[in-house]
């Protein structure tokens, strides 16, 4: 029957399939394109809490700059160091490690760090005068929740300071009477953020079931007080007066003593 079909339909019969062929092509090339970038964009987006390696740079160059090798994995003594796989959520083939499972154990030596051919991890930032130096490591910041924490209920507990490397610095205990009782004290854990490397062996160390110390990433952890605001018992920090010149500003309570505003003078103004 095709023999009694005209070259110029053949040709145009043709032509309409390799046409519908194309599309479906197209359409499922772009709906597996579209599910693609999805996992993509959620593995990104997911990262925000990750624990790096010793060393790591800003995540954003960390990301330019990892080549997924995974020699720091390898060279990690204690396989506290993952790459991340699909499904991780975490941008696939970069190192991890997650402190409840496996913490960092602050290796003298770091061999974590000298392998990584790329510079994603920074000898020069793990190092004290040529020396690499684990106590200045930076992988995060261990944060308390007061609420769950059982220190401070009451109950003694001292498992995260006793487990951590950096003894007395990182996290010292601070003594507080129990007031309720009077017979009693609290003592409570407290992170010096100047100190803490975000090792994680406290939080691998809390006896709670889901642990009440976490390790996040320092930008998540940390507030920030702005520049404006000077520590006065901190000569170094005070030093930024020397150039600052005094900005005035007027409003209705300022145009008042200051015994008139403690009195209320505003309050018929206000009604």
């Not at 390696?53 to 720091?72: H, Q, R, V, W, Y």
């Not at 920090?237 to 505003?266: C, P, V, W």
């Amino acid at each position: 029957m095709s023999e009694n079909i005209p070259k110029k339909k053949k040709s145009a019969l043709s032509d309409r399939r390799k046409f519908i062929l194309n599309m479906a092509r197209g359409a499922g090339l772009a709906t597996m394109g579209g599910f693609i970038w999805s996992a993509f964009v959620d593995e990104v987006t997911a990262s925000q809490l990750l624990l790096r390696p010793p060393g790591a740079i800003k995540e954003t160059d960390f990301l330019k700059t990892c080549i997924k090798c995974g020699l720091c994995v390898e060279a990690c003594p204690y396989d506290t160091l993952m790459l991340a796989k699909p499904g991780d959520h975490k941008p696939l083939g970069t190192p991890f490690f997650t402190p409840r499972d496996m913490p960092c154990y602050m290796c003298p030596d770091i061999p974590c760090v000298p392998v990584c051919p790329t510079g994603a991890l920074d000898s020069s930032s793990v190092s004290t005068d040529g020396v690499l130096d684990i106590n200045i490591a930076d992988m995060g910041l261990a944060v308390v929740d007061a609420e769950s924490c059982i220190a401070f209920w009451g109950i003694q507990c001292d498992a995260c300071y006793r487990a951590c490397p950096i003894l007395g610095e990182a996290i010292t205990i601070e003594y507080q009477k129990n007031e309720r009782t009077g017979k009693h004290a609290f003592m409570k854990p407290i992170v010096h953020s100047d100190a803490c490397t975000g090792c994680g062996m406290c939080e691998r160390a809390c006896v709670t079931e889901k642990p009440a110390i976490r390790i996040l990433p320092r930008e998540v952890a940390q507030g920030k007080a702005g520049n404006y605001y000077i520590k006065g018992w901190d000569k170094n920090d005070e030093k930024r007066l020397k150039d600052a010149h005094e900005i005035k500003t007027t409003t209705e309570i300022s145009k008042q003593s200051a015994s008139d505003k403690l009195n209320g003078g505003m309050l018929e103004d206000l009604y």
